[in-house]
């Protein structure tokens, strides 16, 4: 099993900034890839962001291309990301997760409990 524990979210005014911690732990030998998800009050959980660790490729939502930055210490199991300019409808409960590259973030197994995020306009 595979344990994930998100720290950093906290209230925000719009137009400032956080930056979300996760940490990994367990059994993390078959996952090669950790991103981010979020999740907003009476909608789906959506994708925002990935790291492969094999050459550190990133992958962003649009609609947060250009203000959000992943990155990430696989030697740590560690992964961050930098939330920039942010708008009212980034507040979500945002949940970490890892797992294999060759599938898609939204079906991977091992996610963590999520931290909330409020950015207040």
């Known amino acids: 099993q595979v344990q994930l524990v998100e720290s950093g979210g906290g209230l925000v005014q719009a137009g400032g900034s956080l930056r979300l911690s996760c940490q990994a732990s367990?059994?993390?030998?078959?996952?090669?890839?950790m991103g981010w998800a979020r999740q907003a009050p009476g909608k789906e959980r959506e994708f925002v962001a990935r790291?492969?660790?094999?050459?550190?490729?990133?992958y962003y939502a649009d609609s947060v291309k250009g203000r959000f930055t992943i990155s990430g210490d696989n030697a740590k199991n560690t992964v961050y990301l930098q939330m920039n300019s942010l708008k009212a409808e980034d507040t979500a409960v945002y949940y970490c997760?890892?797992?294999?590259?060759?599938?898609?973030?939204?079906?991977?197994?091992?996610w963590g409990q999520g931290t909330q995020v409020t950015v207040s306009s």
């Open positions: 367990g059994r993390t030998f078959s996952s090669d890839a």
């Open positions: 790291i492969i660790w094999s050459g550190g490729k990133t």
């Open positions: 997760a890892t797992g294999p590259r060759a599938i898609t973030t939204m079906r991977w197994q091992s």
